[in-house]
C-alpha cells in the first residue's frame, strides 16, 4: 500500500513520506524521537520506523480522536479512544498498550470492544496475540478443529484454549451458575447469573455464554451485567444473565467457543 502524502490530521502531526510503502500485514512504527527510541528498543529494526511525530504531538493518555486521511483527503480511519469503560481500562497507566483484536479482520476501530489490554508490557512493532494452532502444538494435540476433549472434562479444546485451561487434565467446570439478586432496567429481581474469566490474547477463538429454557435449538445470548472486571492476573471476568428473570420451571446456561478464521 502506498502511504504517499497520507496524512494524520488529528492525535499525531505526521505525513508519511513520498513513495512510502506498506507491506501486507506489515506493522511499522510513528515515534516521538528515533534515535532515542532506537535506543531503547535495539532489536527492532530501523526500517520499522516510518518517522517522527511533531509538535509534541504524543498520544494522550486519556483517550483523544486519531484520524489518518488517505492523500485525496478522505479518511482512511477515524476514531476516538478512551482510557475509561467500555475501553479496557487495563491497558491504562505504564505498562500494557491497547491492542487492536484481529487486525487482520479490519475490525470497527470505533468500537471498544474490538480492543483489549496487551498481554504483556507493551512491545512495539509486533503482535502479542496467542493462536490455537501454537497452543494445540505446544500441548502436543494433533486436533487442527478443536473439537475433541482427550481429558474427557467436558470442554472441547478450543474452549480449554480461550479459557487458559489445561487441555490433559480434567479441569474444573467454568462456569458456576448462581441465583443472585439484581436490579435490572429497575426492576429488582432474581436472575441466574454465571461469571466467565478469560486471559487476553486469545483473539482466534470468541467465547459467547447462550441462554435457554427448554433446550430447544434457538439459544438466545445471555446478557452481561456492569463493565468487564480486570484481574490482578491479567484475566477479564464478565458477568452474564439469563436474558429473563428466574420465575419460570427451569433455565440453562451455556459457553459456546467458536474459531475466528
Ligand atoms: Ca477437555
Ligand atoms: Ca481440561
Known sequence: MDLTNCTFSAGIVFSFPDKYLLQPGARILIVRDAAAFQAAYPAIPAGQIAGAFTGDTALSNNGEPLELLAANGLPIKSFTYNNNAPWPEAADGSGAGLVLINPTLNPDHTNPANWRRSTALALPGTGDAYTYTTWATANSLTDAGGSLDPDSDGLANLIEYALGTPPGSATTPPLVPLLQPLVVDGLPGSWLTVALTRPPGRD????????????????LPALPVGAPIQNLDGTTTQLYRHPAPAAGPRQFLRLKAIRVP
Request: proline letters at 6%; glycine letters at 6%.
Open 204 to 219: 482466534d477463538a470468541t467465547l459467547t455464554v447462550e441462554s435457554s429454557t427448554d433446550l430447544t435449538p434457538g439459544w
